[in-house]
């Protein structure tokens, strides 16, 4: 029996793109496996997808409005299924960063998650003893989140790293300089800045912990505080205001863009060596 046989298409956004696959893909007379090798993927990834046991890619929700004639439908429902993939209260988030015209983050411990390879995001979300299906469906709404990087009109990206990021191996050393050159190909887009605090900078401004100040073209400026559980939104002006200020204490004490591009070239160099 196929995974999909029990699906109720009313369970969920997901569900309901599943189940609607199947049943356009066996109106227009196609096996399963026939839209598999068109999508470039596995027919045993397809059937999870199908069965919504995977979260489908945006390549294949436009693959799939060009063979079944379905206008936009799938690619209109496919960043509705994104939405849904992330925890509840990290929803809120995703919808105002995607909304920003300007995003300033600051992270400590780790790559922030829009500058995140696949391999990176799959070895910090493993660290969670996830099974390995919520894992890959994890990292695909992690990745889904970085489309804001390449539209026509992306918002202003700002990052400050602690040295610490550079300096904590997730996953294999491949991973590691993957996740460099992803980081130093980020820094020739001109929408992105990227600055590193080092170690010899002593205390900053940031060691209370990582945190991404919004900036929105209708309604007020936002800040968003990762916490232990769950993270929290802030609009009071005063929250707002202190987050502005400590994130211009943290480019004052970083490295200018140039010399931090010179440290992660470094880092990668280390790993090759």
Same mark, same amino acid.
């Given at each position: #029996?196929?995974? $999909?046989d029990d699906?109720?298409?009313?369970?969920?956004?997901?569900?309901?793109?599943?189940?609607? !696959?199947?049943?356009?893909?066996?109106?227009?007379?196609?096996?399963?496996?026939?839209?598999? &090798?068109?999508? *470039?993927?596995?027919?045993?990834?397809?059937?999870?997808? @199908?069965?919504?046991?995977?979260?489908?890619? =945006? @390549?294949?929700?436009? !693959? $799939?409005?060009?063979? +079944?004639?379905?206008?936009?439908?799938?690619?209109?429902?496919?960043?509705?299924? #994104? &939405?849904?993939?992330?925890? =509840?209260?990290?929803?809120? +988030?995703?919808?105002?960063?995607?909304?920003?015209?300007?995003?300033?983050?600051?992270?400590?411990?780790?790559?922030?998650?829009?500058?995140?390879?696949? %391999?990176?995001?799959?070895?910090? !979300?493993?660290?969670?003893?996830?099974?390995?299906? &919520?894992?890959?469906?994890?990292?695909?709404?992690?990745?889904?989140?970085?489309?804001? !990087?390449?539209?026509?009109?992306?918002?202003? /990206?700002?990052?400050?790293?602690? @040295?610490?990021?550079?300096?904590?191996? #997730?996953? %294999?050393?491949?991973?590691?300089?993957?996740?460099?050159?992803? *980081?130093?190909?980020?820094?020739?887009?001109?929408?992105?800045?990227?600055?590193?605090?080092? +170690?010899?900078?002593?205390?900053?401004?940031?060691?209370?912990?990582?945190?991404?100040? /919004?900036?929105?073209?209708?309604?007020?400026?936002?800040?968003?505080?990762?916490?232990?559980?769950?993270?929290?939104? +802030?609009?009071?002006? @005063?929250?707002?205001? $202190?987050?502005t200020r400590?994130?211009?204490?943290?480019?004052?004490?970083? /490295?200018s863009p %140039?010399?931090?591009?010179? #440290?992660? $070239?470094?880092? /990668? &160099?280390?790993?090759?060596?």
């Open positions: #029996m196929a995974y $999909a699906l109720d298409p009313s369970d969920s956004v997901l569900a309901f793109y599943a189940t609607d !696959l199947r049943r356009r893909r066996e109106a227009a007379g196609m096996s399963q496996r026939a839209l598999a &090798k068109a999508a *470039l993927m596995a027919p045993s990834l397809l059937n999870k997808i @199908e069965a919504a046991k995977r979260l489908p890619t =945006k @390549e294949l929700s436009v !693959l $799939a409005d060009e063979l +079944f004639g379905t206008g936009d439908h799938f690619r209109r429902l496919w960043p509705l299924v #994104m &939405k849904y993939a992330y925890p =509840k209260w990290f929803r809120p +988030f995703v919808e105002l960063e995607a909304a920003a015209s300007q995003i300033r983050s600051f992270q400590v411990q780790l790559v922030p998650g829009l500058l995140q390879t696949e %391999d990176y995001a799959r070895a910090v !979300l493993s660290e969670g003893r996830l099974n390995a299906d &919520k894992v890959q469906e994890l990292v695909t709404a992690r990745l889904a989140r970085q489309h804001i !990087l390449t539209r026509d009109t992306p918002p202003e /990206l700002w990052m400050v790293l602690d @040295e610490n990021v550079l300096r904590r191996t #997730m996953g %294999d050393v491949d991973t590691m300089r993957g996740q460099f050159q992803r *980081l130093l190909d980020a820094a020739e887009t001109p929408s992105i800045v990227l600055q590193v605090i080092p +170690f010899d900078a002593g205390g900053h401004a940031g060691v209370d912990g990582p945190f991404s100040a /919004l900036t929105l073209d209708e309604g007020p400026d936002v800040v968003y505080v990762d916490g232990f559980l769950k993270g929290q939104i +802030f609009a009071e002006t @005063e929250n707002v205001k $202190a987050a400590a994130y211009d204490l943290l480019t004052a004490v970083a /490295l %140039d010399r931090s591009i010179d #440290m992660i $070239a470094h880092a /990668l &160099k280390e790993l090759g060596s």
